[in-house]
């Protein structure tokens, strides 16, 4: 039987739940954790050496990494968007633990990601534009594609509904 091809893949942030990601991909034979970084260099290192294979590297030194295609962004929220961005224009897939990104009263920075990876690669991109708009009881977020918008809908008590156009697709807490 062949042996099945392993994607490697980098993980930044080497926090708490670093451990789990690292226990649980190694259950997977399709993937392989090659690296993992942190802005701690003795936290990278503390967690290679607990796993064998992995490698320490600075957060900039596994962007750089040819080798790297995925990378599993478990940094704070406050980073999640600066460290998903540079993994895209590094050429990655990037997986995020958590939101994308905290947004603040930042305007048009609420309008991100979502366009970047496409445009990076000389296309379209899928989505034209995001915004974020906060309600009193939480927060609405309408995705436009083309002339379709989606919605996503979060409360203050952690309910959530999506929407595509007008028909509510996922609905939960």
Same mark, same amino acid.
């Given at each position: 039987? +062949?042996?099945? $091809? ?7 942030? !080497? ?9 649980? /991909?190694?259950? @997977? ?6 690296? !993992?970084?942190? &802005? ?8 290679? *050496? *607990? @796993? ?25 929220? $406050? ?8 993994? &895209? ?13 905290? &947004? ?6 609420? $309008?991100?990601? /979502? ?17 974020? $708009?906060?309600?009193? +009881? ?21 309910? @959530?509904?999506?929407? !595509?156009?007008?028909?509510?697709? &996922?609905?939960?807490?």
């Amino acid at each position: 039987m +062949a042996k099945t $091809q392993q994607t490697p893949i980098g993980i930044i942030g !080497c926090g708490n739940i670093s451990e789990t990601y690292l226990r649980m /991909c190694s259950r @997977f034979e399709n993937l392989r954790v090659a690296a !993992c970084a942190d &802005l701690d260099m003795d936290r990278a290192r503390a967690k290679a *050496a *607990a @796993f064998p294979g992995v490698r320490a590297l600075t957060v900039d030194e596994l962007l750089a990494d040819k080798q790297i295609r995925i990378v599993v962004n478990l940094t704070t929220p $406050q980073a999640h968007a600066s460290v998903a961005l540079a993994a &895209l224009k590094a050429g990655k897939s990037v997986h995020n633990e958590k939101p994308l990104a905290i &947004l603040t009263r930042r305007g048009k920075a609420a $309008q991100f990601a /979502c366009v970047l990876e496409p445009v990076a690669k000389g296309r379209e991109p899928a989505v034209t534009a995001v915004e974020v $708009q906060a309600e009193a +009881a939480g927060m609405r977020i309408r995705i436009r594609r083309g002339t379709t918008t989606d919605t996503v809908t979060l409360t203050s008590d952690h309910q @959530f509904t999506v929407t !595509c156009g007008d028909t509510i697709v &996922l609905t939960g807490k």
